[in-house]
């Protein structure tokens, strides 16, 4: 089947979050299962010369805007076997950042008609044109309004996968009519009206031929009003074509056997593991304690990410507990700022690296024995998928595709590959905690854990297979 992938950024191109992984991973995963899938975004200034370097422009053509024609350029690359469309415009695009301008709307509305148009002038037909996120929302919207009666785009069908619901693309109404050159029949609830202003992401959802997200509990999750940030009912209605795929990694990349910025390669091995531990103490100029538990945390600094659970009880565990605890990312100012006192008030036992570095993040996946992720919401999480890939037992709140990624460790059954706790609570995460340190102080129950860890990997070639049955249900 043909496959146009639509997102706003893609690994290894231009990368802010998890969207750019998915983009980087599932089309070559889809590839071995027999798909040609492409994949189109935006060509942001702040990708580097060595991609710019290599792109080709094969098609220039305008894009009508109401009232403006501006200029697309379809420049394309091939990248292991992938071919990547990248649209071209530096009115809209040649600037210092992804996201965040005032004209975010207008942007996007451009973005979403340059890759309907430039299907028009690439010798390659779609059978399923896959969105994600509101940036891409506009696409099945289009395809329903614009294009539905072109032959070209008769027979194409639309997938649009939410990433995450928080973000949802909302703009005056003023984007509909001046920019879509829409009338007031779409300024309803069937169509992108959303409290007086339109909603990307309601379109999309109202559009597209088959919803999914990247989990299932996810998907059951925003069915509700405390998850389903406004757009619950929508996503009610819609049920029957809603599904949830949980993403996987790529495992060639994320190999602590192949790992250039792992120091100690091992594959099970845990004294080749704890060697990576004693360096990055070394590093990092912790005490070089090879016994003592190493707690990771790779993570944006935000509430979501269950910082305030943190802040609540970092004095209480760095104060009683014999355990190191190593934190890489940047964020809120209040959550940097608890970080850093905790740094100086307990130096020996606490690292916080308010940076981000790949190789920083990769290393403390190698070194650590534990990895904490309390978030309040958690569409998927690529972090406790490297966890399982590098045996750092991830310590979880069960949401989203945390609950169905990470069981519980059961000391009498020896099944769960990490730990896991229900409500958003400080003391019952720091319960969790102080659980998963005795679990690591008794040699036979860790072992067994590390077992199951091995064996509760996530490659993308299982998401993958979902993806292709949902491709041929759609277009049947």
């Known amino acids: 089947m043909n496959v146009l992938m639509i ?13 750019a992984d998915v983009l980087g991973s599932l089309p070559q995963a889809l590839k071995e299962d027999g798909h040609d899938v492409r994949v189109v975004l935006p060509k942001y200034e702040n990708m580097s010369d060595e991609w710019k370097m290599q792109l080709e422009t094969i098609h220039t053509f305008d894009v009508q805007l109401g009232w403006r024609d501006q200029y697309a350029g379809i420049q394309y690359i091939e990248h292991n076997g992938i071919h990547v469309y990248f649209i071209d415009n530096e009115y809209y695009f040649k600037r210092s950042n992804l996201y965040g301008y005032d004209d975010e709307g207008e942007r996007f509305v451009f973005f979403n008609k340059a890759v309907m148009e430039m299907i028009r002038h690439i010798d390659w037909k779609p059978d399923v044109l896959h969105c994600h996120d509101w940036q891409a929302g506009l696409v099945p919207v289009l395809l329903h309004t614009h294009y539905g009666s072109d032959p070209l785009f008769q027979d194409m069908k639309t997938v649009f996968t939410i990433h995450n619901l928080k973000y949802q693309g909302i703009y005056p109404d003023s984007v509909l009519y001046d920019l879509l050159g829409l009338d007031g029949n779409m300024m309803t609830t069937g169509g992108l009206e959303f409290f007086g202003n339109i909603n990307f992401m309601k379109g999309a959802l109202n559009f597209a031929d088959h919803i999914t997200t990247v989990s299932e509990t996810y998907a059951k999750e925003i069915q509700t009003p405390y998850y389903g940030e406004n757009l619950d009912g929508v996503l009610r209605e819609r049920s029957e074509k809603l599904s949830g795929i949980v993403n996987g990694i790529d495992s060639l990349s ?11 390669p091992f594959r099970s091995s845990l004294s080749k593991k704890v060697q990576n531990k004693m360096w990055l103490q070394e590093e990092l100029g912790l005490p070089v304690r090879k016994e003592v538990p190493m707690i990771g945390i790779v993570s944006r600094l935000v509430e979501q990410k269950g910082f305030d659970l943190i802040g609540r009880i970092i004095d209480e565990l760095l104060e009683e507990e014999d355990v190191q605890v190593v934190v890489l990312g940047t964020g809120e100012a209040e959550y940097e700022h608890m970080l850093q006192w905790a740094q100086s008030k307990y130096p020996e036992k606490l690292s916080a690296n308010i940076m981000f570095s790949e190789a920083l993040s ?3 996946y190698a070194a650590s024995d534990l990895f904490l992720m309390p978030s309040r919401f958690e569409p998927c999480g690529i972090g406790q998928l490297i966890a399982l890939r590098y045996l750092s037992a991830p310590i979880v709140r069960e949401t989203g595709g945390l609950a169905d990624t990470v069981q519980s460790f059961d000391e009498v059954t020896g099944e769960g590959n990490g730990f896991t706790f229900t409500n958003y609570n400080a003391h019952d995460m720091l319960f969790t905690i102080r659980r998963a340190i005795e679990f690591y102080q008794d040699p036979p129950c860790w072992k067994q854990l590390v077992k199951n860890m091995l064996n509760s990997q996530y490659p993308w070639k299982f998401s993958a297979s979902r993806y292709s049955e949902l491709y041929e249900t759609t277009v049947e």
Do not use: H
């Not at 994320?254 to 100690?264: G, I, K, T």
């Open 7 to 19: 997102g706003s950024e893609c690994a290894p191109f231009i990368k802010t979050g998890g969207l």
């Open 254 to 264: 994320y190999n602590p056997m192949n790992d250039d910025a792992v120091p100690v």
């Open 362 to 364: 990769r290393q403390i």
